[in-house]
Each structure stands twice: as C-alpha cells, then as structure tokens.
C-alpha cells in the first residue's frame, strides 16, 4: 500500500490478517491500531525486513505481517491491548 505524499493514516480493523508492504512516499504516515483489542508489536523504523505484528494462534495465515518500505510514519497508535510501539 502506498499512501503517496501528505499525512496519511492506515487504520487497521481489529484482528485483522494479511501481509502488507506500506510506504509512505515521502509524507508523513500514522498507524492506527485504535480499533484493536488484542496486543500488537511494531517497529515502524525497522525497513525492509517483515515483521510479525499479531499472531492470533500460531497457526499460518491468522497473522498480520508488515513490511515498511520507509520510515515516515511519525504516529503509532495502539489499542486497548497491550502493544509494542515503536517507530
């Protein structure tokens, strides 16, 4: 996902599943994991490499994985869970 230039926010369901690249493209980016209750951990400043931010169970494809492309994103926002920010 590409959220192109300007401020952007990529808002994440609570639970949700998937593999996504993000980029910024030289704007300014929050994440925003308000809507979750389960713990989160992520570390906006580690590019490139991807990166387990919720595993519900172990099991293949009940994960969210992220991969950041750049380290734009300024905002991290957590949930009612007990998260692991970190940018």
Known sequence: IDGGAGQN???F??????NLSLSNAGGTGIL??????????VDAGNTGSPQI??????????????TFNDTSFRELRGGSGNDVLHG
């Open 9 to 11: 926010r990529f808002e």
């Open 13 to 18: 369901a609570n639970n949700a599943f998937g």
């Open 32 to 41: 925003d994991f308000s809507q979750w209750t389960s713990g989160v951990s």
């Open 53 to 66: 931010a919720f595993d519900a169970s172990g099991a293949p494809g009940d994960e969210l994985v992220l």
